[in-house]
């Protein structure tokens, strides 16, 4: 999946992606995606879309 890298600024394939939940508006739970950046190892991070 590809998602923005904050440190290089640019979008790239995000590595090791994992489906994560977050806290929402309201108790509801969001998805997200998180990653690191093949490039400089920093931590990626992408809100999907609900369901």
């Not at 790239?12 to 998180?34: F, L, N, Q, S, T």
Request: glycine fraction near 12%; hydrophobic fraction near 25%.
């Amino acid at each position: 999946m590809e998602a923005y890298c904050v440190k290089c600024k640019a979008k790239r394939e995000m590595k090791d992606g994992k489906e994560v939940e977050m806290k929402g508006k309201g108790g509801k739970p969001r998805r997200a995606m998180k990653g690191i950046c093949p490039t400089c190892g920093t931590t990626m991070f992408r809100i999907l879309p609900n369901k």
